[in-house]
């Protein structure tokens, strides 16, 4: 028998209300109503983005495809990457043109990137997560992003009928610990928000202290005191702080 009591920290039965949550259902139970909108949500990693993406999704019943990556080999080049994710879309919905993707993505109430594009990798070995691709492809996979942009200028009538959500991180290493530039930088992050939110609608998913501490005590059998030295040396940052309980246990 383990010392703690380990529940998964993205098992939605032991899902902890927090104000981050409660601003992303917000801004998701609009995309019903309304088209267009390009939804950014960032947080640091360890914070849980995709469980309280996941979770608002389903609070506020909304139909959404969440895309997959079709990335076969990390090798590719961000021109092939870009045209991966249109052929998932062709070959999901069976259509041959442009419009036809378009046709079928403004019919859902939003389109997602998250965890099945980013880290497919975790769940099928026959994907390449784009993660994995762009941590691999380094500076060069600024083009894909670049790709995306143009294609959305070109297309912008077609994109004002489409929702988009983003599970939207930029990670690096530094002295052993993994940082988010979106979340972690200080006053360059804050920034950073503070343009994308002239664009975008921006969520960041972070936790006070208390927060955290109910959010681990859901999935680990841990005293408030013993958490809290944890959120000293790991911040507020759940996954991270069950994995050091995992360690111990």
Not at 36 to 52: D, E, F, L, M, Y
Not at 85 to 95: A, I, L, P, Q, R
């Amino acid at each position: 028998m383990g010392k703690y009591k380990i529940n998964s920290v993205t098992d939605n039965r032991v899902f902890v209300v927090t104000e981050s949550f409660l601003k992303l259902c917000n801004i998701f139970k609009t995309l019903k109503n309304s088209h267009g909108k390009i939804i950014h949500v960032v947080g640091a990693p360890g914070t849980g983005k995709s469980t309280n993406i996941y979770a608002a999704i389903e609070k506020q019943g909304l139909n959404v495809y969440d895309v997959k990556s079709q990335i076969k080999n990390v090798n590719i080049n961000s021109k092939e990457v870009f045209n991966s994710v249109y052929n998932g879309f062709k070959e999901d919905f069976n259509v041959k043109s442009k419009e036809g993707v378009y046709n079928s993505l403004a019919g859902f109430d939003a389109v997602l990137f998250a965890d099945k594009f980013h880290d497919s990798h975790l769940v099928d070995d026959d994907t390449v997560g784009f993660s994995v691709w762009a941590g691999h492809a380094g500076v060069r996979s600024t083009k894909f992003y670049l790709l995306c942009v143009a294609e959305y200028l070109k297309e912008i009538s077609e994109y004002k009928r489409i929702n988009i959500i983003l599970q939207t991180a930029w990670r690096f290493h530094f002295r052993g610990k993994k940082y988010d530039l979106f979340s972690d930088m200080g006053i360059l992050s804050k920034l950073i928000l503070a343009l994308m939110r002239t664009i975008f609608d921006v969520v960041v998913i972070s936790y006070t202290p208390e927060e955290t501490i109910k959010i681990v005590k859901n999935h680990v059998n841990a005293d408030d005191k013993l958490i809290e030295h944890y959120i000293h040396e790991y911040g507020s940052k759940p996954r991270f702080i069950c994995q050091a309980f995992e360690k111990e246990d």
